[in-house]
């Protein structure tokens, strides 16, 4: 049953369309911003957003960068996005182990087309830079790479991280920052420094499926929180949670959640972190995609916000410079004795040469000229994946528009499930991950999640083949 905010939204998403239609509004012309609309039609900010995210799915209008919204030029056809997700409000343990390792012997089958495994596209890494790195480094630093580079980790790394971290509006000292084996090491050393088993750990859902495993391996239980596809966790469906259960800790991806795409804007992310700081409870920031944003700017993180060091914030440079370098990294806030103690007791340390070969990328300016080129590759992927999806699926399926990362969150008729189409996917040698891993409580049955890393000739006919198998399933 629509609640009368819905309506809201949806009425005036028609009066907007009508206004269009008329030429009130006419192509390439500006709308009037949120606050003016707001104003003017005597509705809340939020209805005015979903009125103006709903004209967008239709392709009516476009959001500029600093700009505001325009009436699109020639009106683009694209799929509505999903809309925000609605799990039950219990706390649920975690049991996904068995799904998530027939994913993970799959993503590893190279006769598969792989749209299932969120891994980079590979030539979109830097392999040539960064093997002559190593080269270089294994002739003159032969004897240093072999000692344990103990606990913080690399120093010279570690400072060309705290650099990188001001251009998301946070500064950082390098020793409040611990190099760890890759973005899931750091994820585990946080939830078990600030986590004990049978705890609550309040989750964007849907939610990347590695992080749903360490909550299963601590014995932790997940309270997934509505998220929107565009602007992340609802905050005001978190300040309930948080009224009614004895949550331990807060886990999100502010910015590209994997596999929703969404982002928190900024502004949200300050409030976000003042409404934990009230009441004392750390945030867990995964932010390993933030570098691959589409926009003008790199979006802030959570941790620029943090003034009681309760924020942990988390990544890793696996998906734009490699995922088998295995270098990753976490400043863990108040917690960042307990973590590196934890990280020296499990592991010692991580390998030396991947951290050398990390920092000499950066500190030569190669980084960033890497990652503006694979920017627009991905941008310009996760476009041609998404068009593919709305030519080949179903009238009825909903994609998210991503503005960065490269995964796309697909929603299918109602009556279809992700786990049959997974299996027949998987005899037509194509893989995908099924909705079910993202959720302890099978929220998403309907979902499926595509990499959109690369896109090319086999992709487009793969994406065919599911088109077919899903209209074979829906007859
Ligand atoms: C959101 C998110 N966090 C963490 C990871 C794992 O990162 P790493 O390979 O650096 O351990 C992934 C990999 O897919 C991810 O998507």
């Given at each position: 049953?629509?609640?009368?905010?819905?309506?809201?939204?949806?009425?005036?998403?028609?009066?907007?369309?009508?206004?269009?239609?008329?030429?009130?509004?006419?192509?390439?012309?500006?709308?009037?911003?949120?606050?003016?609309?707001?104003?003017?039609?005597?509705?809340?900010?939020?209805?005015?957003?979903?009125?103006?995210?709903?004209?967008?799915?239709?392709?009516?209008?476009?959001?500029?960068?600093?700009?505001?919204?325009?009436?699109?030029?020639?009106?683009?056809?694209?799929?509505?996005?999903?809309?925000?997700?609605?799990?039950?409000?219990?706390?649920?343990?975690?049991?996904?182990?068995?799904?998530?390792?027939?994913?993970?012997?799959?993503?590893?089958?190279?006769?598969?087309?792989?749209?299932?495994?969120?891994?980079p596209?590979p030539d979109c890494l830097p392999i040539k830079k960064i093997n002559r790195i190593i080269a270089n480094i294994t002739r003159h630093n032969s004897a240093a790479l072999h000692q344990y580079q103990l606990p913080p980790g690399l120093d010279t790394l570690r400072v060309q991280i705290a650099r990188r971290a001001v251009n998301a509006?946070?500064?950082l000292s390098p020793n409040e920052i611990l190099v760890t084996s890759g973005g899931?090491e750091a994820?585990?050393?946080?939830?078990?420094?600030?986590?004990?088993?049978?705890?609550?750990?309040?989750?964007?859902?849907?939610?990347?499926?590695?992080?749903?495993?360490?909550?299963?391996?601590?014995?932790?239980?997940?309270?997934?929180?509505?998220?929107?596809?565009?602007?992340?966790?609802?905050?005001?469906?978190?300040?309930?949670?948080?009224?009614?259960?004895?949550?331990?800790?807060?886990?999100?991806?502010?910015?590209?959640?994997?596999?929703?795409?969404?982002?928190?804007?900024?502004?949200?992310?300050?409030?976000?972190?003042?409404?934990?700081?009230?009441?004392?409870?750390?945030?867990?920031?995964?932010d390993v995609?933030g570098e691959i944003?589409?926009?003008?700017?790199r979006?802030?993180?959570?941790?620029?916000?943090?003034?009681?060091?309760?924020?942990?914030?988390?990544s890793s440079f696996s998906k734009d410079i490699g995922p088998g370098l295995r270098v990753g990294w976490v400043a863990?806030?108040?917690?960042?004795?307990?973590?590196?103690?934890?990280?020296?007791?499990?592991?010692?340390a991580s390998p030396t040469l991947p951290q050398m070969a990390v920092a000499e990328f950066i500190e030569s300016g190669g980084y960033e000229h890497h990652l503006r080129h694979i920017r627009?590759?991905?941008?310009?992927?996760?476009?041609?994946?998404?068009?593919?999806?709305?030519?080949?699926?179903?009238?009825?399926?909903?994609?998210?528009?991503?503005?960065?990362?490269?995964?796309?969150?697909?929603?299918?008729?109602?009556?279809?499930?992700?786990?049959?189409?997974?299996?027949?996917?998987?005899?037509?040698?194509?893989?995908?991950?099924?909705?079910?891993?993202?959720?302890?409580?099978?929220?998403?049955?309907?979902?499926?999640?595509?990499?959109?890393?690369?896109?090319?000739?086999?992709?487009?006919?793969?994406?065919?083949?599911?088109?077919?198998?899903?209209?074979?399933?829906?007859?």
């Amino acid at each position: 049953m629509p609640n009368t905010k819905t309506l809201r939204y949806q009425e005036l998403a028609d009066r907007l369309t009508e206004l269009i239609r008329q030429g009130t509004y006419p192509p390439s012309g500006r709308i009037p911003s949120v606050r003016q609309m707001s104003k003017q039609q005597e509705v809340s900010i939020s209805t005015v957003l979903q009125a103006y995210y709903l004209l967008e799915g239709h392709g009516l209008i476009e959001a500029r960068p600093q700009s505001g919204y325009f009436v699109r030029g020639q009106v683009v056809k694209r799929l509505p996005e999903p809309e925000m997700s609605s799990p039950g409000r219990d706390p649920s343990r975690v049991s996904l182990h068995e799904l998530v390792m027939m994913l993970m012997r799959d993503s590893r089958d190279p006769k598969l087309v792989q749209l299932g495994a969120a891994l980079p596209n590979p030539d979109c890494l830097p392999i040539k830079k960064i093997n002559r790195i190593i080269a270089n480094i294994t002739r003159h630093n032969s004897a240093a790479l072999h000692q344990y580079q103990l606990p913080p980790g690399l120093d010279t790394l570690r400072v060309q991280i705290a650099r990188r971290a001001v251009n998301a509006g946070c500064s950082l000292s390098p020793n409040e920052i611990l190099v760890t084996s890759g973005g899931i090491e750091a994820i585990d050393l946080c939830l078990h420094a600030a986590c004990r088993p049978g705890d609550i750990v309040a989750i964007e859902s849907p939610m990347y499926f590695g992080t749903l495993q360490t909550l299963e391996v601590h014995g932790l239980r997940a309270l997934e929180i509505p998220t929107h596809p565009r602007d992340g966790i609802s905050l005001s469906a978190l300040e309930f949670a948080l009224e009614h259960n004895p949550i331990r800790a807060v886990l999100t991806i502010s910015n590209f959640n994997n596999p929703l795409g969404s982002q928190i804007p900024d502004d949200r992310k300050k409030d976000l972190v003042e409404m934990l700081a009230r009441r004392d409870i750390p945030l867990i920031e995964n932010d390993v995609s933030g570098e691959i944003y589409f926009g003008e700017k790199r979006p802030m993180v959570c941790k620029a916000f943090d003034k009681k060091g309760l924020v942990m914030l988390i990544s890793s440079f696996s998906k734009d410079i490699g995922p088998g370098l295995r270098v990753g990294w976490v400043a863990p806030g108040r917690f960042k004795a307990e973590v590196e103690w934890l990280k020296f007791t499990v592991s010692a340390a991580s390998p030396t040469l991947p951290q050398m070969a990390v920092a000499e990328f950066i500190e030569s300016g190669g980084y960033e000229h890497h990652l503006r080129h694979i920017r627009r590759e991905y941008a310009r992927n996760v476009d041609l994946l998404s068009a593919a999806v709305m030519r080949y699926f179903p009238g009825e399926t909903r994609v998210t528009r991503p503005s960065g990362g490269f995964v796309l969150w697909v929603q299918l008729p109602e009556n279809m499930d992700s786990l049959e189409l997974y299996k027949l996917a998987l005899q037509g040698g194509i893989t995908l991950a099924p909705g079910y891993v993202f959720s302890a409580t099978q929220q998403f049955p309907n979902f499926i999640r595509l990499n959109a890393a690369e896109f090319n000739y086999s992709t487009e006919r793969a994406i065919e083949q599911l088109g077919d198998m899903i209209l074979e399933m829906g007859k």
